[in-house]
């Protein structure tokens, strides 16, 4: 359980599926996204950094990057959830309104990449819903951006995917990996 | 075995490779010649082998010398070959470019003297060694550094006999609240936004304010620890090159770089010309946009965001650069141990010229502006200072060393790949603050423009790689490369297969013990700039405790958000 940090525990909102429907599907431009490093190298948030400058200037399509979860739309999370931060990491998911969006970025936002199998780490995004459904966290919908670190492109073409502007240029297939 | 002093005054003669070495040499090991195990070189390599109980003594010595700096140290569990845990103390003398190795046995139950008031560097790899490999030391406070609390007791990563399989399955990792989080009481009864990760890195700096005014600063992090050690000892030798370069996307190749000079220094491998001219040329483009980065995180950081948008305007070039040199804008992967992977083509090279022409007038036109700038200058000027006494006691290095009159470079002092072949500057400013570290920075850039063009115009021919080298177990090697941020160095012991232990050094491990120094006194508005103006790994926009000392207040709020609001006293 995550702890309120001394706030009265609220019972949680009961959701009513359609206006969340409605919510999400007015959902189409000026969004504001939330970046959550779980323990990344920089390569991607540096990337991330980049569409956000002149060069790619995201902001022309009204994506904003905010200081804090509970002004945002959709989580860019990089990394591969580090055991130390998963408690911050699910603090941070909790925090955002619905309907809640991640975009896991690189390979290891996608599946832990080169860190899939050390101790230090949870493996990517697919390991931290688990966490995130036992601490009764929903999240509306994920979207895998892959690449080492994934480029500047495939960032902004995630984004769209994720607000069904554009069609994914794979299906998802998840392949769980067989332990030795 | 012990030594007499005429025949180990005859070995340390045949063994320094100066009169420094000598000196430093004769000075350590004359009060520790029952203690001494054995003595050797291998090239710029010097091995002291010592009894752990005379360690202390041999290093209070020479501690106060002024050319000898702690560079690393690296513990490692040789307990399936020899018995016994070993400490490797790595010192530099920076006017020699000479490494004196200290070798430490350790046995089960032995207490190491802690050398952490001598060198204060050593305080954290004291604290991992105890952390991750199980060592104990005398005379000093052991508290969890790497690891995080609820790790249990006895069970150190590190270690040979445990596997990884064997790790996750003794701990579980749990969300857990915020009160042991912190290990504060107070904490819960004051509500504070949730508490959640860096926007950029998830790194902690508690400060303690009273009124405007920072009085200290304490640091909680290693949120990005991942096992890399562990898991490089399952690795063959040229897929650790890939994985070193994931340690840090802003300045992977660096480390990709040190970890296969480590491993050809401990083999013996001759590397061809081109293949030292190709990885300087890359390790100079990655210094290019890595400053270029963090100038303009410095300047958004001061609020003036036009120059942020301007810096990263002008660092995209070099990521086109970096692309058509390497095939890859980050993460670059032509390290192999022996050579480079790719080669530089004849038909880049007008390319590569016109680029770097381009970057220093825009480069120029922009800097000219953005440091004229009133209120960046005053912003700057005179906060966040480091004195030069300080960054020498820490054993500092790179642009926060050279910020602080330290003219230390391992391009100069143990120079590595092509450097030898250029001519270049080492910028130093004496004042110490953070103006002195961004002019430091500035200047680099354009040493590192005209290191390029030099290196271009002598790149010679001839092969990328070494045909062939034969692995070989149980050999100490270092490697060392001026990055970024500071200086960046590896230790490798060889198996036959791939390395048998691996340790990392990168250059915020040492800088960053000096930032509550540089912290104490200045204007909380002006601690953001401060702490980023080491360029630590997490240098773009972290999270910070504000604690005020006298209401009792804790509040978090994002670094950017600090530096740009007035705080009313209480």
Known sequence: MVSNGGRPNLEPLEFNLNVLEEAFSKLKRSIWVFHLNTGSCNGCDIEVLDVLTPYFDVERFGIKLVGSPRHADLILLTGPVTIKTISKVVRAIKAMPRPRLVLALGSCGVGGGIWFNTYATLGGYPNLEKILKEAGVEVDKVVYVPGCPVRPEAIIYGAAVLLGLLQPKSKHRRVTAVES | ?570
């Not at chain 2, 220094?265 to 001759?270: R, Y």
């Not at chain 2, 177990?473 to 490697?479: F, S, V, W």
């Open chain 2, 1 to 570: 075995m012990s030594y007499d002093l005429n025949e180990l005054n005859e070995m340390i003669e045949e063994l320094s490779r100066g009169p420094r070495s000598h000196a430093i040499l004769s000075k350590a090991l004359s009060v520790c010649k029952d203690s001494l195990l054995g003595l050797s070189r291998s090239g710029v390599t010097i091995r002291v082998k010592i009894k752990a109980n005379c360690l202390r003594t041999a290093l209070e010595n020479i501690y106060k010398e002024h050319d000898l700096y702690f560079r690393t140290m690296s513990a490692s569990d040789e307990r399936l070959r020899e018995g016994l845990i070993k400490l490797y103390y790595v010192f530099g003398i920076d006017s020699e470019g000479t490494n004196i190795v200290f070798e430490v046995p350790v046995t089960d139950g032995v207490k190491v003297d802690t050398i952490s008031d001598l060198f204060r560097a050593s305080d954290w790899y004291e604290l991992e060694a105890h952390d991750l490999v199980g060592v104990e030391f005398n005379g000093r406070a052991l508290r969890r550094l790497v690891l995080p609390d609820d790790w249990p007791e006895e069970l150190y990563p590190l270690r040979k006999d445990v596997s990884m399989d064997e790790i996750k399955k003794l701990y579980q990792p749990q969300v857990v609240s915020r009160i042991s989080e912190l290990g504060v009481e107070e904490v819960v009864r004051i509500p504070v936004g949730p508490y959640h990760p860096a926007l950029h890195e998830p790194e902690y700096f508690e400060l303690y304010v009273r009124g405007e005014k920072v009085v200290d600063a304490r640091y909680v992090g290693f949120m990005v620890h991942r096992g890399i050690e562990k898991l490089a000892e399952s690795m063959k030798y040229d897929q650790v090159p890939f994985l070193a370069e994931r340690i840090c996307g802003i300045c992977g190749f660096v480390h990709s770089t040190s970890y296969v000079q480590a491993v050809e220094d401990a083999l013996g491998i001759e590397v061809p010309e081109r293949a030292h001219f190709i990885r300087s040329i890359v390790l100079e483009v990655e210094r290019l946009h890595s400053h270029l980065l963090w100038l303009g995180v410095a300047l958004h950081l001061l609020g003036y965001d036009t120059g942020f948008m301007h810096a990263w305007r002008i660092r995209e070039k070099v990521m086109v650069l970096a692309e058509l040199l390497t095939g890859s804008r980050k993460t670059y992967g032509i390290d192999l141990v022996g050579g480079v992977k790719k080669d530089i083509d004849k038909d880049k090279i007008p390319k590569i010229r016109e680029t770097l022409n381009q970057l220093k007038k825009e480069f120029k036109e922009f800097v000219d502006v953005a440091t004229s700038v009133p209120q960046v200058r005053a912003r700057l000027t005179g906060t966040g200072i480091l004195p030069r006494g300080e960054a020498r006691a820490y054993s500092l290095v790179g642009p926060t060393a050279r910020g602080s009159g330290l003219a230390r470079d391992v391009r100069k002092d143990y120079t590595y790949a092509a450097y030898h072949y250029v001519n270049f500057k080492v910028p130093v400013y004496t004042e110490g603050d953070n103006l002195a570290r961004t002019l430091v920075r500035i200047d680099e850039v354009f040493e590192s423009i005209s290191i390029i063009e030099q290196l271009i115009d002598m790149l010679p021919s001839g092969p990328i790689k070494a045909e062939r080298w034969e692995p070989q177990p149980m050999r100490l090697g270092i490697g060392s490369v001026e990055a970024p941020r500071g200086e960046v160095i590896h230790v490798v012991i060889t198996d036959l297969y791939g390395p048998y232990r691996w340790r990392v050094r990168a250059p915020t491990y040492q800088n960053l013990q000096a930032v509550p120094i540089m912290l104490k006194g200045v204007d909380l508005a002006d601690a953001p700039l401060t702490i980023a103006s080491i360029d630590p790994c997490f240098s773009c926009t972290d999270r910070a405790l504000i604690i005020n000392l006298k209401s009792g207040n804790i509040k978090t709020l994002p670094l950017e958000v600090i530096s740009r609001r007035r705080w009313k006293d209480g």
